[in-house]
């Protein structure tokens, strides 16, 4: 069973900059398509980002296009996401999720995921 545990949220203010960590356990990062969803408050769950397993190919929502990063390292078996340039409106929690599928296509749905983390707080305000 894979286990997923993510990190690195906190306050920031706007324009600032963090690195969440989603820790893998139970399988090798480099086999998982591993998604990076957000929800803020009173909205719905959004997918933000998406690499695929076994090679670095990434799909960005438009909303954080530019701005977010994923990254993926093998030896810490841990799925990164860059989050730069924060607005107010990236407050949310942040979960990392395994997806069933091999591809990202779909991806912001949340469907056909096999696992979740529960998430860490990232509040932007100053």
């Known amino acids: 069973q894979v286990q997923l545990v993510e990190s690195g949220g906190g306050l920031v203010q706007p324009g600032g900059s963090l690195r969440l960590s989603c820790a893998v356990s139970g399988d090798t990062v480099d086999y998982l398509t591993i998604v990076w969803f957000r929800q803020a408050p009173g909205k719905d769950r959004e997918g933000v980002a998406c690499i695929y397993r076994s090679y670095n190919g990434k799909d960005y929502a438009d909303s954080v296009a530019n701005r977010f990063t994923i990254s993926r390292d093998k030896a810490k078996n841990t799925v990164y996401l860059q989050v730069n340039s924060l607005k107010s409106e990236d407050t949310a929690v942040y979960y990392c999720?395994?997806?069933?599928?091999?591809?990202?296509?779909?991806?912001?749905?949340?469907?056909?995921?096999?696992?979740w983390g529960r998430g860490t707080l990232v509040t932007v305000s100053s």
């Open positions: 999720a395994q997806r069933q599928s091999p591809i990202c296509l779909g991806y912001t749905s949340g469907k056909d995921m096999a696992y």
